[in-house]
């Protein structure tokens, strides 16, 4: 029985780290390249579908905020201009299941390499 828990510690042990190894790209430092879905979940967590982030007034006192030509130094990338605010494209599924409780847990922001794998 102690060599079955001894096998199936190494096991785990083996495929954490595996993970944690594939998750970060081999680096063991936690990437947060692309944080939209951690944007999503401070603004679930104030209450809000819109981000906390608030687009610059140079980009809403353009004449067409969505031309691309005008708006390049000010959009924010995979975020939605919509009525004043950014929202995020993404389904809300990851933030809701994950990230949101991590960040009511441990108070600190999920990696988004990790919830990838």
Do not use: C
């Not at 081999?26 to 819109?50: I, K």
């Not at 990338?77 to 809300?92: E, I, N, T």
């Amino acid at each position: 029985m102690k060599v079955d828990l001894l096998k199936k510690s190494v096991f785990f042990l083996f495929v954490s780290f595996s993970f944690y190894w594939f998750a970060t790209a081999g680096t063991f430092e936690p990437q947060f390249r692309v944080p939209y879905y951690n944007y999503m979940t401070d603004a679930f967590l104030a209450g809000q579908l819109h981000l906390l982030i608030e687009p610059s007034d140079q980009l809403l006192s353009l004449d067409d905020p969505y031309d691309p030509s005008q708006n390049a130094p000010y959009r924010l990338g995979d975020a939605a201009l919509y009525k004043g605010h950014y929202y995020v494209v993404h389904g809300p599924t990851a933030s809701v299941l994950l990230f949101v409780p991590w960040k009511i847990i441990f108070g600190t922001d999920f990696p988004t390499s990790m919830a990838v794998l």
